[in-house]
T-cell receptor, first 113, second 110 residues
Framework: QQQVKQSPQSLIVQKGGISIINCAYE??????FPWYQQFPGKGPALLIA?????SEKKEGRFTISFNKSAKQFSLHIMDSQPGDSATYFC????????????FGAGTRLAVHP | DAGVIQSPRHEVTEMGQEVTLRCKPI?????LFWYRQTMMRGLELLIY????????DSGMPEDRFSAKMPNASFSTLKIQPSEPRDSAVYFC????????FGQGTRLTVV
């Protein structure tokens, strides 16, 4: 029940295309769902996060879609750019900043020019 | 705030030696997490603290690993004795409303 399943493992997208990464969880107590972006040699950086009171959150070219009934959430990167090439991690957590984040396995995104 | 600060950034040590990794969390954050990242296992949570108290250390792989948080602004992860399979990148993260990671310590045990 503590797992977060992330897919695909790797993704290749052409510049200008849409990148879509999906995550699924089982624990209905989870109510905080962040996405992290990691470049080689760097720590994961918080990209965007959502709570289940909304079904979608958009920040620039990045959008999280959330489906509470299906226990799924996804990251969409619009107009993908070569600079978006990185590893993306979804995560989930119970309410409260004192709870641990459970991470997905990561998706390695390559955006080709 | 300078973010989560980890030191050293790189550590190369011989098998059997003691290794100490250090972390300074973001001021005001009440939770601190130690993660290990490898190609094979991804991001693994080793241990986390709330208000300087260890809450869950079930991810600590062996007794060779220990972690302390003597105050709100400092934590250490110690490996004694170190082994080649401990080679990985170790991340510290701190959390208030959101969680932020440090830049990591790349540990190589030869």
């Amino acid at each position: 029940q503590q797992q977060v399943k992330q897919s695909p493992q790797s993704l290749i997208v052409q510049k200008g295309g849409i990148s879509i990464i999906n995550c699924a969880y089982e624990n209905t107590a989870f109510d905080y769902f962040p996405w992290y972006q990691q470049f080689p040699g760097k720590g994961p950086a918080l990209l965007i996060a959502i709570r289940p009171d909304v079904s979608e959150k958009k920040e620039g070219r990045f959008t999280i879609s959330f489906n509470k009934s299906a226990k799924q959430f996804s990251l969409h990167i619009m107009d993908s750019q070569p600079g978006d090439s990185a590893t993306y991690f979804c995560a989930a957590s119970k309410a409260g900043g004192y709870n641990k984040l459970i991470f997905g396995a990561g998706t390695r995104l390559a955006v080709h020019p | 705030d300078a973010g989560v600060i980890q030191s050293p950034r790189h550590e190369v040590t011989e098998m059997g030696q003691e290794v100490t990794l250090r972390c300074k969390p973001i001021s005001g954050h009440n939770s601190l997490f130690w993660y290990r990242q490898t190609m094979m296992r991804g991001l693994e949570l080793l241990i986390y603290f709330n208000n300087n108290v260890p809450i869950d250390d079930s991810g600590m792989p062996e007794d060779r690993f220990s972690a302390k948080m003597p105050n709100a602004s400092f934590s250490t992860l110690k490996i004694q004795p170190s082994e080649p399979r401990d080679s990985a990148v170790y991340f510290c993260a701190s959390r208030g409303a959101e969680a932020f990671f440090g830049q990591g310590t790349r540990l190589t045990v030869v």
